[in-house]
């Protein structure tokens, strides 16, 4: 296994087999210990796996751009990337398709969870620390205090 992984339980729901493995990530080479994670655990667990990434609309500016990206450009980004994504675990033997939302990211993952029926969710967390969380948010721990099933955070390594 790839990073450092925790998991928690978020909720009271009795435990049970896992049907469906939902996949937050916002496409990026940060994530990737996240989603090594939930590839290998869906293909081994023979469930299925939903991607799930979240267009934040507070944050469209690029880096080093001064004009905001729109939001259309961004879906087809992300939908290219999470293609990518589904073909390789496809070659796994994993069931595998995705969902791109708009809106908060930390309330947009416990809400496809929900909507969804995931029986875990699986995030990154760049490991910012408290004083990061602090500043500027953290969609993991958010998601960790409000889903309403187990989520597993994957830690991103120190070279990753």
Request: aromatic fraction near 2%; glycine fraction near 10%; hydrophobic fraction near 45%.
């Amino acid at each position: 296994m790839s990073g450092q992984v925790h998991a928690q339980a978020a909720s009271s729901r009795p435990p049970g087999r896992i049907r469906t493995i939902l996949l937050a990530t916002d496409l990026q080479p940060a994530s990737e210990p996240a989603t090594t994670e939930a590839l290998a655990l869906a293909a081994a667990l023979e469930v299925r796996l939903l991607i799930v990434s979240v267009i934040d609309p507070g944050q469209r500016r690029a880096p080093g751009r001064r004009v905001e990206e729109r939001v259309d450009q961004i879906r087809e980004r992300r939908e290219a990337a999470a293609q990518d994504l589904v073909a390789r675990g496809r070659r796994l033997g994993a069931d595998v398709s995705f969902l791109v939302w708009e809106g908060d990211p930390g309330e947009s993952i416990v809400e496809a969870a929900v909507a969804e029926g995931a029986d875990l969710i699986v995030v990154g967390s760049r490991g910012r620390g408290a004083v990061g969380r602090f500043l500027i948010g953290s969609v993991s721990d958010h998601v960790v205090r409000h889903a309403t099933c187990p989520v597993m955070v994957v830690r991103a390594t120190a070279h990753g």
